[in-house]
């Protein structure tokens, strides 16, 4: 649908009586509690998933000095990492991956309750990281993994060959993608004996889990409104890179990270 159909629907939307919208908002319902039982019942398929022992030792940046990953946990059980595409040699961070990192700081307290440490990673070296991370104004952690394996093997790095032949591995099949850099989300669990798990990883659509805005946006009579862009994320902004006002329709941008379904 383009922009200029999208406002023609909601300018020629149905307008009903009370009755009639009880009604169909009821019909609604039931197809949402559906949804609900079904993300419940996946909830439980994906804690009953099997682990996967982390023996690689992984040496990461940290303002702290170097650390390995059982490290980064900070006394917590679980640890919930964002791949933040930010490569060597780029002058910022990816403006995608910086709206899903938008709604870290919110959620980290309440992560910490529930024995989940949330850790941001990117291959940029730590100095470039903490230059952007004072810009933003976050206070989450973000460690560099620059110089390990780590984004590769967690299936967020590929070789210019890989991209160039369409050869990426990425969410979990063999595809075409423009980046060097992908985004994604892992988990990993550390038992009483120091021993790290990887338990699950999710990439492509799936990382939208830490996109909250698009949660409510879904909630609106417009929705996302993307489909008239270049790319559905192309109105997306480093958050003080918004205009004053946000305008009707902003312009396209350079995409950093493709739709993925």
Known sequence: MNAA???THLADHPVVSKESWLAARKALLAQEKELTRLQDRIARERRALPWLRVDKDYRFDTPDGPRRLADLF??????????????PGWEQGCKSCSYMADHNDGANLHLAQRDV??????????????RFRERMGWRFN????YGTDFNRDFGVNFSADEVADGNADYNYTIQ?????EAPGISVFYRDDAGQVFHTYSRYGRGVE????????LDLTPKGRDEDG???PMAWVRHH???????????PAAAACCASQS
Not at 74 to 86: P, S
Request: hydrophobic share 45%; net charge negative.
């Open 74 to 87: 900070e006394g917590r059980r679980q640890l919930l990492v964002q791949h933040f595409m930010f490569a």
């Open 240 to 250: 003080d890179r918004y205009a004053s006002e946000a305008p009707a329709k902003a």
């Open 117 to 130: 440490t949330l850790l941001v990673v990117s291959r940029a070296p730590l100095p470039d990281i903490q």
């Open 5 to 7: 159909l999208a406002e």
């Open 142 to 145: 973000w460690v560099s993994s």
């Open 176 to 180: 075409r993608f423009p980046h060097e």
């Open 229 to 231: 862009l270049d790319y």
């Open 209 to 216: 889990a830490m996109m909250h805005t698009y949660a409510l």
